[in-house]
C-alpha cells in the first residue's frame, strides 16, 4: 500500500503563452527564472490573456509535484493525495478546485473574499520560460486553517509531506506544525529551495524550516545561491549538497537526503554515506515543447515512488520520467496514464 502525501504551498492558475524577448525586455524579465509580481508587472496578465494561444493550467510548485505524483501512482495507491492552500471566492478559484479534484486530489483548500485567486505568468521563450507569480488570495493563507477537522485529517493520514520553498513567504508557522508533526510521528518531510529569490530573501525562514527538512530538493542555480548565502565556499554542486546533508536536523532517526537536478546533466544525490549521480535519460531536442514544470514533476515522480517504499536510485529514475514526459507537452500537463 503507498503511503499517503500531503502536500501544501501556494494554488495559482497559470496563464501561460508563447511571447517574444521583446515582452521579456519590456517587463524587466530572465529566461528560466522566477519572481513575485511587482506593481509593474501587474498589466502582463492581461496582455498574456488576450493572446490567442494562451492556456490555463492549474498551477503553483507544489500543487503541480502533488498532481504528477497522483498520476504516477495511478492503480497503486489507497487513500488519498492531498494538497492545501488559499484560493479566492471566485471562477478562477471554482477552476482551481475543480480540475485538483477531477485529477484525483482531495483539496481542503481555505478561500477567502480578500483577493482573488493567484495566477502566474508562464512567458515561454523558445524552450525556456520565465515566471511572475501573482500570489494573491495564495498570500493569504492563514495558520488556523491548519486547525480546520479537513486539514488535521490529512497531516494525520499523511506520511510523507511536501512544501516547496515558495511557500516561506506566506506561512512559516504552518510549515513548523507540518515539520514538528513529522518528526514527532518519524515521518518523511520534503522542502525545495524553488527560486534564488527564496535563499537570497526569505534566508532567516529558510533555517527555521531546514533542520526538520529529511529530503530537500533544489536545481543547480538554487544550489550555488545557497552555498553563496551561507558561507559555503564552493560552486561544485556535488560539495554542496554535501554540506547541506550535515546541516543540523531535529529527526535523528532519518538521515537527511539532499536532491539536486541539473536538467539533462546527471542528479545529484546526497546523504551521509556519500554523493551519487544519476544519469538523466536524454529527450531528443526536436520533441521538447516547454521545460516549465520539469523539476516539479521530477519531484512528483520521486515522490511517487517513495511512497511506494521503493529506494533511492528508483526515486530518481522515476523522477526522471516524469520531468521527461512533462517537457514534451505545454505547461504542468501530461498524458492520461504513465507508461512507467
Given at each position: 500500500?503507498?503511503?499517503?502525501?500531503?502536500?501544501?504551498?501556494?494554488?495559482?492558475?497559470?496563464?501561460?503563452?508563447?511571447?517574444?524577448?521583446?515582452?521579456?525586455?519590456?517587463?524587466?524579465?530572465?529566461?528560466?527564472?522566477?519572481?513575485?509580481?511587482?506593481?509593474?508587472?501587474?498589466?502582463?496578465?492581461?496582455?498574456?490573456?488576450?493572446?490567442?494561444?494562451?492556456?490555463?493550467?492549474?498551477?503553483?510548485?507544489?500543487?503541480?509535484?502533488?498532481?504528477?505524483?497522483?498520476?504516477?501512482?495511478?492503480?497503486?495507491?489507497?487513500?488519498?493525495?492531498?494538497?492545501?492552500?488559499?484560493?479566492?471566492?471566485?471562477?478562477?478559484?471554482?477552476?482551481?478546485?475543480?480540475?485538483?479534484?477531477?485529477?484525483?486530489?482531495?483539496?481542503?483548500?481555505?478561500?477567502?473574499?480578500?483577493?482573488?485567486?493567484?495566477?502566474?505568468?508562464?512567458?515561454?521563450?523558445?524552450?525556456?520560460?520565465?515566471?511572475?507569480?501573482?500570489?494573491?488570495?495564495?498570500?493569504?493563507?492563514?495558520?488556523?486553517?491548519?486547525?480546520?477537522?479537513?486539514?488535521?485529517?490529512?497531516?494525520?493520514?499523511?506520511?510523507?509531506?511536501?512544501?516547496?520553498?515558495?511557500?516561506?513567504?506566506?506561512?512559516?508557522?504552518?510549515?513548523?506544525?507540518?515539520?514538528?508533526?513529522?518528526?514527532?510521528?518519524?515521518?518523511?518531510?520534503?522542502?525545495?529551495?524553488?527560486?534564488?529569490?527564496?535563499?537570497?530573501?526569505?534566508?532567516?525562514?529558510?533555517?527555521?524550516?531546514?533542520?526538520?527538512?529529511?529530503?530537500?530538493?533544489?536545481?543547480?542555480?538554487?544550489?550555488?545561491?545557497?552555498?553563496?548565502?551561507?558561507?559555503?565556499?564552493?560552486?561544485?554542486?556535488?560539495?554542496?549538497?554535501?554540506k547541506v546533508v550535515s546541516l543540523p536536523k531535529i529527526?535523528?532517526?532519518?538521515?537527511?537526503?539532499?536532491?539536486?537536478?541539473?536538467?539533462?546533466?546527471?542528479?545529484?544525490?546526497?546523504?551521509?554515506?556519500?554523493?551519487?549521480?544519476?544519469?538523466?535519460?536524454?529527450?531528443?531536442?526536436?520533441?521538447?515543447?516547454?521545460?516549465?514544470?520539469?523539476?516539479?514533476?521530477?519531484?512528483?515522480?520521486?515522490?511517487?515512488?517513495?511512497?511506494?517504499?521503493?529506494?533511492?536510485?528508483?526515486?530518481?529514475?522515476?523522477?526522471?520520467?516524469?520531468?521527461?514526459?512533462?517537457?514534451?507537452?505545454?505547461?504542468?500537463?501530461?498524458?492520461?496514464?504513465?507508461?512507467?
Amino acid at each position: 500500500m503507498a503511503k499517503q502525501i500531503f502536500g501544501m504551498g501556494n494554488p495559482l492558475l497559470d496563464i501561460s503563452a508563447d511571447v517574444t524577448g521583446d515582452v521579456l525586455e519590456k517587463y524587466g524579465l530572465k529566461p528560466a527564472n522566477a519572481i513575485l509580481a511587482e506593481e509593474k508587472h501587474l498589466p502582463l496578465y492581461k496582455e498574456l490573456a488576450e493572446l490567442p494561444d494562451v492556456q490555463y493550467i492549474p498551477g503553483g510548485a507544489t500543487l503541480n509535484s502533488i498532481r504528477v505524483a497522483d498520476w504516477m501512482l495511478q492503480g497503486k495507491k489507497e487513500g488519498s493525495t492531498y494538497y492545501v492552500g488559499c484560493i479566492g471566492n471566485d471562477k478562477f478559484g471554482d477552476i482551481m478546485k475543480e480540475k485538483s479534484e477531477q485529477s484525483g486530489l482531495v483539496v481542503p483548500m481555505m478561500r477567502t473574499d480578500k483577493q482573488p485567486t493567484g495566477t502566474c505568468a508562464v512567458l515561454i521563450t523558445g524552450k525556456e520560460r520565465s515566471l511572475v507569480a501573482n500570489l494573491a488570495a495564495a498570500n493569504c493563507f492563514e495558520e488556523s486553517h491548519m486547525d480546520t477537522a479537513a486539514v488535521q485529517e490529512a497531516v494525520k493520514n499523511a506520511s510523507i509531506y511536501y512544501i516547496s520553498g515558495f511557500f516561506l513567504t506566506v506561512s512559516v508557522p504552518s510549515i513548523l506544525r507540518v515539520g514538528k508533526h513529522a518528526g514527532e510521528e518519524n515521518k518523511t518531510f520534503c522542502m525545495n529551495l524553488s527560486a534564488p529569490f527564496v535563499i537570497e530573501f526569505f534566508g532567516s525562514q529558510l533555517h527555521e524550516a531546514l533542520p526538520y527538512v529529511d529530503i530537500l530538493f533544489s536545481n543547480e542555480d538554487e544550489a550555488r545561491q545557497f552555498a553563496k548565502s551561507n558561507n559555503i565556499e564552493s560552486t561544485d554542486v556535488k560539495e554542496i549538497a554535501q554540506k547541506v546533508v550535515s546541516l543540523p536536523k531535529i529527526n535523528s532517526k532519518q538521515g537527511r537526503i539532499v536532491v539536486f537536478t541539473q536538467g539533462k546533466d546527471p542528479t545529484v544525490v546526497a546523504t551521509a554515506a556519500g554523493v551519487t549521480e544519476y544519469p538523466v535519460p536524454p529527450v531528443p531536442a526536436d520533441k521538447i515543447i516547454d521545460t516549465n514544470g520539469a523539476g516539479d514533476a521530477f519531484v512528483g515522480g520521486f515522490l511517487s515512488r517513495l511512497a511506494l517504499g521503493e529506494d533511492i536510485e528508483s526515486c530518481v529514475r522515476a523522477g526522471n520520467y516524469a520531468a521527461g514526459v512533462i517537457i514534451q507537452h505545454s505547461g504542468c500537463t501530461y498524458p492520461e496514464k504513465p507508461e512507467y
